[in-house]
């Protein structure tokens, strides 16, 4: 296995009193998009500053692309995109001559300036508005354009502070196919957000903040299996005498919390996909199926499910990788 | 012998992360991206244009009076030049007293939104994240500031040459030049103080209008009660108690050392040495000190410099302290919106 590109050991950020970011340890290897999740607070911004260089971290270690970014901030950043939460950029300026501003930052040749920047924007779909305002530019535009700014440095990681926040869904659907294609590229990502569907919807790894800890890490499915314990949740709708159906689904192995939600409707949890033998069962009991469905568990049933078990019980040691 | 060994792997160790502190690259990269992308905001914003105008104005207004002036009395003045700046002529003051009132609002204009204007269009984090220092940030755009600063002044003060030249049909001289320059370089640094201070306030304080009014409300304290707090002060700290000359002369020099802690004294103290070649001193002068000077007659340059160069250098080291400040308060901002 090549070396990871992000490795914090032991991360920790105080403000004052205050932990922002405990003990964290992350691995992010090359080629994949991690996502950091959690509700806002949690320690995802603190987390991505001191990845940058931004922010000192009060102790432990973190590594870049092999490079300390709090004594080698220049390389780190020139190599590292990072697109902030709520990208601003100059309202006077034109889409170009932002963009122009940030290439001279990166110190690209003059005479590449042009050609990168064209490039970025085409990329993006904005080559048509590139000399106009970036005032007149609606919420979607400006995050296109964001992506467009860290694409002319040619980064190797990509680092997104809640991409799709304030999006509407057609132009958070356009960014999430943007950055399905940056990774196809063979860019890292690193996103932080909220919005579990989105990010479940592009992130091959995941990790769940929670007070600045990282309480759980690890591909969608893995997270599924270790929170809600089945992975798989079924749902069938079938006729017949309910006893005999359910008796007959809980001989079935590998079936749980199977209940009934009304005289038609059962539910239950699988750790793979038993619909098979799930429809077999109804028929030996003599059941008449019409319905038989299977739902992938969600990031957001995942979320919920694990908040709801920290909540209740705060003293528990949390799963973490 | 294994003492001797962990002792040198422990000074290896310590040599190794002594190194690792020193951060690499250096923390001017990207400042003159920085220098180049402020100065076309400054010169190309509204805001800079109403003040250009309102000082082109003023030159031109109060030229035209001066010479006016100057050609009706058709003085055989060494230093014709240097009176365009001095003469006033009822209603319009001097130019250099209007000077002293702008220069100090093109500073402010210039500096009171730069580093919380950053943050409030979110752009600060983005700029942050490319590979320069926040040290090129923030000197980049003072150095803009300075910089276009120093553009608008000389363009007024090439301005003022070039009518003189019209209107009084002689070339300046060498000594009057001198003065001149030296002028302008007093104006530039006394509008660098204005500029460090607003931009210290722009680090401050996150809103650009409260910033821009307390860099004002200063201006307005050192130009209106800083005076009377100086007069006060003195009269408290050393009192008249017997009626004796030293101690009216004692309370007359402290009252004038605590005028100079405003920049507007340095600078006007500045201006009138150099402006004015005659005049020998910008304290008390006693009878005595008097004996076999030749009244008006003027100082050479370099006598007029020895005089003002305190000031001078007063005002190059207010901007330069001014400046420090802000650096340092900015270094250890955090980015977190």
Same mark, same amino acid.
């Given at each position: ?89 100059? =309202? ?25 920047? =064209? ?31 860290? &694409? ?36 890292? &990502? ?49 006729? @017949? ?64 499910? #694990? ?7 705060? /003293? ?6 | 012998?294994?003492?001797?060994? /962990? ?33 076309? =905001? ?61 220069i100090p609002l093109v500073a402010i204009a210039l500096g009171f939104d730069s ?6 269009? *979110? ?43 019209? *209107? ?33 306030? /722009? ?11 307390? /860099? ?8 209106? #009660? ?17 009626? #004796? ?15 100079? #802690? ?55 080291? @207010? ?10 308060l900015f270094q250890r901002q955090e980015i977190r919106p």
């Amino acid at each position: 296995m090549s070396a990871p590109i992000i490795q914090t050991h032991e991360l920790t950020k105080k403000y004052g009193n205050f932990t922002a970011v405990d003990r964290l340890n992350l691995s992010v290897q090359p080629g994949e998009v991690f996502g950091l999740l959690g509700p806002n607070g949690a320690g995802k911004t603190t987390t991505i500053l001191m990845l940058l260089g931004l922010t000192e971290p009060t102790s432990g270690s973190v590594q870049v692309l092999g490079l300390d970014p709090s004594r080698q901030p220049l390389k780190v950043k020139s190599r590292v995109g990072y697109l902030p939460d709520q990208v601003g950029f100059y =309202d006077e300026l034109t889409a170009y001559e932002n963009l122009a501003y940030i290439a001279r930052l990166n110190g690209i040749a003059g005479d590449q300036i042009k050609k990168r920047i =064209d490039e970025a924007l085409a990329r993006v779909g904005l080559e048509q508005v590139a000399r106009k305002r970036v005032s007149t530019f609606s919420r979607g535009m400006r995050q296109r354009l964001g992506v467009a700014e860290v &694409l002319i440095k040619q980064p190797q990681l990509i680092i997104m502070d809640e991409p799709t926040s304030g999006l509407d869904p057609e132009a958070s659907h356009e960014l999430l196919d943007m950055i399905r294609s940056l990774k196809e590229e063979g860019i890292t &990502l690193l996103l932080s957000s909220h919005l579990l569907h989105q990010v479940q919807a592009v992130c091959d790894r995941v990790g769940l903040f929670s007070h600045g800890k990282m309480a759980l890490e690890g591909a969608v499915d893995e997270l599924a299996q270790r929170v809600l314990g089945g992975a798989y949740r079924i749902q069938i709708s079938a006729d @017949g005498t309910q006893p005999e159906i359910l008796k007959a689904l809980k001989n079935v192995p590998g079936l749980a919390h199977i209940r009934a939600v009304n005289s038609r409707l059962y539910e239950m949890e699988a750790a793979r996909d038993l619909r098979p033998e799930v429809a077999q069962a109804v028929i030996s009991a003599g059941g008449r199926l019409y319905k038989l469905d299977v739902q992938a568990q969600s990031l957001d049933d995942i979320y919920t499910a #694990f908040f709801k078990e920290v909540a209740h019980d705060a /003293s528990r040691v949390p799963i973490a990788n | 012998m294994t003492q001797a060994v /962990s002792q040198s792997q422990i000074r290896q160790q310590v040599q190794k992360t002594a190194v690792k502190r020193v951060r690499e690259g250096s923390p001017w990269t990207g400042m003159w991206a920085v220098v180049a992308k402020e100065m076309a =905001d400054h010169l190309s914003s509204v805001r800079m244009a109403i003040l250009e105008v309102l000082i082109v104005l003023t030159a031109i207004g109060t030229m035209y009076v001066a010479t006016q002036d100057i050609q009706q009395r058709i003085s055989r003045d060494e230093f014709l030049y240097l009176r365009l700046f001095t003469n006033a002529r009822d209603p319009l003051p001097a130019f250099i007293g209007l000077l002293a009132f702008f220069i100090p609002l093109v500073a402010i204009a210039l500096g009171f939104d730069s580093v919380n204007g950053e943050f409030n269009r *979110r752009t600060m984090p983005r700029v942050l994240a490319q590979p320069i220092y926040r040290d090129a940030l923030l000197m980049g755009k003072f150095l803009a500031g300075l910089f276009t600063l120093a553009l608008v002044c000389t363009a007024v003060w090439l301005l003022i040459f070039g009518m003189g030249v019209l *209107r009084l049909g002689v070339a300046p001289g060498g000594q009057e030049v001198g003065r001149a320059l030296l002028f302008l370089l007093a104006t530039i640094f006394f509008g660098g103080i204005w500029l460090a201070l607003a931009m210290v306030f /722009s680090i401050v304080f996150r809103q650009p209008a409260t910033a821009a009014l307390a /860099s004002i409300a200063t201006w307005l304290f050192f130009i209106v #009660f800083w005076g009377m707090i100086a007069g006060l002060l003195a009269q408290s700290l050393s009192p008249i108690r017997f009626g #004796f000359a030293e101690e009216y002369i004692a309370q007359a020099n402290l009252q004038l050392a605590l005028g100079r #802690f405003s920049p507007n004294t340095l600078y006007a103290e500045t201006m009138i040495a150099l402006l004015r070649p005659e005049i020998r001193s910008l304290g008390i002068l006693l009878p005595s000190q008097m004996e076999g000077a030749i009244l008006g007659a003027p100082l050479p340059l370099s006598e007029s410099l020895v005089l003002i160069w305190p000031q001078l250098t007063g005002l190059i080291a @207010g901007t330069i302290v001014l400046f420090a400040l802000a650096y340092v308060l900015f270094q250890r901002q955090e980015i977190r919106p």
